[in-house]
Structure formats: C-alpha cells, structure tokens
C-alpha cells in the first residue's frame, strides 16, 4: 500500500489530495485472480468492438466524395482494438 501521509504536512490542497487518495481503497478486489481480471478487460475490449460495429456506415463516411476502403473508419478502429486485444492477451 502506498503511504501518502507525507501529502498532508505540505499543503491544505494536498490535504484535500490525501483525503481522496485513501477513498481509492480497492482491498476489496484482492480476491480476483488475475486471470478473472483479464478476462474483464477482454471482454471489454470485445464488447467495444461490437459498439464500434454498430456504427452506421454513412455517418462514418459522411462528407467523403470518393469513398475508398481505408476511410472506413471502422477497419481503422477494430485494428487498433485488435492489436490491443492481443497485448493483454499475451500478457
């Protein structure tokens, strides 16, 4: 556990700091496993995918006269969530 009682000493506003970084209490996690952990974040990064799925093509390509495969913002988007997706999952 981090000590911040230093904070306290220098400043009122770094008393107001202190105060809120001992409401960060996440004791209450130390039970999931990291495995349960990366699974939440994959899942999140899934469901992300699918919202960005949902996303109606002639909004994405409004404004573009010519149209090609990369202004599709949507490829764009589920790669980067794709690369990622694959660095949580290896590590």
């Known amino acids: ?3 911040f009682n230093w904070l306290a000493d220098v400043s009122p506003v770094w008393q107001w700091v202190h105060a809120a970084l001992r409401q960060l209490n996440f004791d209450f996690l130390r039970g999931v496993s990291p495995a349960a952990a990366k699974g939440v ?3 999140l990064f899934a469901v992300s995918g699918l919202l960005v799925l949902m996303i109606p093509k002639a909004s994405i390509l409004e404004g573009v006269e010519n149209p ?3 202004h599709n913002l949507k490829l764009w988007a589920l790669g980067v969530l794709a690369i990622i997706f694959t660095i949580y999952y290896i590590f």
Do not use: I, T, Y
């Open 41 to 43: 974040f994959l899942a």
């Open 1 to 3: 556990m981090l000590n």
């Open 68 to 70: 090609r495969w990369w």
